[in-house]
């Protein structure tokens, strides 16, 4: 399920570019008429003009030749710093969730398995219901909650902010430290991409030695991202993107550092007074016609069937489990 988040995350970044070069000028520095048709002229009006305006405030009580540049800082640190604690908490759900489900690991592999070993579907629709009994009866959920609010926040002003560099020429020719922001810069660039790679590094430190190598490749997928896209649009956007990546370093090193241990600290206490909800075990489904007849019954128990979690008392359950099974370490 957290890849599934990823792949959602992934998916709308990359939509983005699309939205943005459909309202936005192709050729880098020049400055083209704001849009006027019903959606970009509507977005432009209600959010980049807006948005342009309170630069040109921000700039002009700086009063310096970077001071636009430094208006694009102020504005996107603000913003990161508003949907801050909703990006804290949204990771704290994520990661309770992830620590949840190292709990109930073993459990899962069995299904799993088992399913990959399926031999019609309704040996797979039998083990598949295992799968939902062990997460309901271990109080969690297959889905995570995911709140949007955070990436519906910063989507607006992120385009707002592209439209107001696009058609301000005043914006677009201004320079920050002698670089023009309308155009994209490879120092920018660089500047923007280095604190996604100390964030990509943070994280890596949270997770367990054995898995560190397999999320490499994942981790430093958003670096290479931002790198691409500061190089495909102005300077402007890479100053957006590196004052929010150094927010970010923030977040993460919270997360990895103070949230994720404390979690597993409290996962582990819950594990001494409650062991996880034994629902299937290594003999569940050694007979697959005792599986595909009783699951989902409130039948009679075997060795070779698992506790029906919507039948028994799990308090007098989890006593029986008490030492059975460990937690995973880091």
């Given amino acids: 399920m957290h890849k599934s988040k990823k792949i959602f995350a992934l998916g709308a970044v990359g939509i983005l570019p699309l939205l943005l070069s459909a309202c936005s000028p192709t ?5 083209l008429k704001p849009p006027t048709d019903p959606f970009f002229g509507t977005f432009y009006k209600i ?8 630069m040109e405030w921000i700039a002009g009580f700086v009063g ?7 208006a694009i800082i102020v504005i996107t640190l603000l913003v990161r710093l508003i949907v801050l604690p909703l990006m804290l908490r949204q990771q704290r ?19 799993q398995d ?5 031999k019609t579907p309704e040996q797979q629709m039998a083990a598949n219901n295992y799968m939902r009994k062990i997460y309901s009866a271990n109080g969690t959920s297959m ?17 707002g902010l592209y439209q107001a560099i696009a058609y301000s020429p005043e914006i677009s020719h201004a320079t920050f430290f002698g670089i023009q922001l309308g155009h994209s810069s490879f120092i920018v660039t660089i500047l923007a991409t280095l604190p996604y790679i100390i964030v990509s590094l943070i994280m890596l430190q949270g997770v367990p030695p054995e898995q560190r190598k397999a999320m490499q490749a994942t981790a430093f997928l958003s670096p290479i991202m931002t790198f691409v896209f500061c190089m495909m ?54 007979d697959w016609g005792a599986v595909t007849a009783t699951a989902g019954s409130t039948g009679t128990q075997s060795r070779q069937q698992p506790v029906d979690p919507d039948a028994i ?9 008490a030492g059975k099974q460990q937690r995973p370490r880091k």
């Fill in 114 to 118: 088992a399913v990959k070993r399926a």
């Fill in 93 to 111: 759900t994520m990661t309770a969730y992830q620590e949840k489900q190292k709990i109930l690991q073993p459990q899962l592999k069995i299904v």
């Fill in 27 to 31: 050729k880098q520095g020049v400055t």
């Fill in 47 to 54: 959010i980049g003009l807006p948005l342009q305006h309170l």
């Fill in 64 to 70: 310096s030749t970077s001071s636009y540049g430094i």
């Fill in 313 to 321: 008392d799990h308090q007098q359950l989890r006593k029986r489990n």
């Fill in 233 to 286: 649009y102005n300077a402007g956007l890479g100053l957006y993107f590196g004052a929010g990546g150094i927010i970010l370093i923030i977040q993460q090193a919270i997360v990895t550092y103070i949230v994720t241990p404390n979690i597993r600290k409290r996962l582990d206490a819950e594990m001494e007074e409650n062991p996880p909800v034994e629902v299937v075990n290594e003999h569940t489904f050694d």
């Fill in 143 to 159: 889905i995570p909650s995911m709140g949007c609010l955070p990436m519906l926040i910063q989507f607006p002003i992120f385009s």
